[in-house]
């Protein structure tokens, strides 16, 4: 089995890339990220069209994850267990003192694939230092932590896979400049501590091990001829549950689909699964 997991930075405006990108790999399920568009603008048919199901979650033009399977999908769930939510400037004053929880954004799905707990995971980005976005991004990562632990101590044989858009490089060598990134969001320490606690929970992040070379990024901006100039950063990864780890046969980046028109800023990174034991 082909598992890619993709920013896709808006699916209808790149719908025929995405599926071409499908045809020509080979991948059996895809983890999308950034979607941007609600349930009903999904381009749902499209990939139905191409043997894919779909599983989608958005509610405006922000954000939204889903998954496409070509090898089963089912028990979608919508946000993971303790998924924080986060209230956008302006919110209604009378929720803060009804003491109404922030609503929970489109950036967490998840679906059984081939047998895989397959999660499309689009972090918080963070925003900057100091503000209310950042403190949020490690909230939400320590409540996807904790429920991701949970699922390994209740079946320490089930197959999950944590996949997406992480915001986070984890080491200095997955930016090309760590002293630009001084003082802002990405590479603190307090983001870097909350991904490596997944490791702790048990979990592999499987493209680091077999992809191991520095400078190799997955997200340039599109900006400053920032792809041409290799100014990117390494932030989409798959962490990978014990016995899932065990049927991993590669990885790869697929830089090129950040070339040409209508590219998103974000390439697929892709895992090779055997078949079951």
């Known amino acids: 089995m082909r598992l890619a997991t993709w920013n896709v930075n808006s699916v209808r405006a790149r719908v025929d890339r995405v599926l071409a990108y499908l ?55 919508i946000a993971f267990p303790g998924q924080p939510g986060f209230a956008k400037a302006g919110a209604d004053p009378e929720d803060l ?36 976005h950042l403190a949020y991004k490690l909230r939400w990562l320590d409540a996807l932590r904790e429920a991701a632990a949970g699922w390994l101590a209740d079946d320490p044989a089930a ?20 002293a630009f990134f001084e003082g802002r969001t990405h590479t603190s320490p307090a983001e870097r501590d909350a991904f490596a606690a997944f490791g702790a929970a048990g979990y ?22 920032a792809f041409p100039r290799n100014y990117g950063m390494r932030i989409d990864f798959a962490y990978v549950s014990p016995a899932l780890r065990e049927r991993v046969t590669g990885a790869r980046i697929e830089r090129d689909e950040r070339k040409g028109a209508g590219a998103s800023d974000h390439v697929p990174v892709v895992l090779d699964l055997a078949d079951a034991g």
């Open 23 to 77: 045809e020509r790999s080979g991948t059996d399920v895809l983890a999308l990220q950034e979607t941007k568009c609600r349930d009903d603008q999904f381009p749902t048919r499209a990939f139905e069209d191409a043997g894919y199901e779909v599983a989608h979650v958005g509610y405006s033009q922000w954000n939204g994850v889903a998954i496409a399977s070509r090898v089963g999908l089912s028990d979608v769930e």
């Open 97 to 132: 003192l009804l003491d109404v929880p922030p609503p929970v954004e489109a950036r967490a799905i998840g679906a059984t694939c081939g047998g895989v707990r397959v999660w499309s995971l689009y972090v918080p980005h963070g925003r900057a230092q100091g503000d209310p």
């Open 159 to 178: 197959q999950v896979a944590l996949v997406g858009d992480w915001n986070v490089a984890p080491l200095d060598t997955d930016v090309w400049d760590p």
């Open 204 to 225: 592999t992040e499987v493209t680091r091990e077999l992809l191991p070379e520095p400078h190799t990024y997955t997200y340039w901006d599109y900006k400053q001829l």
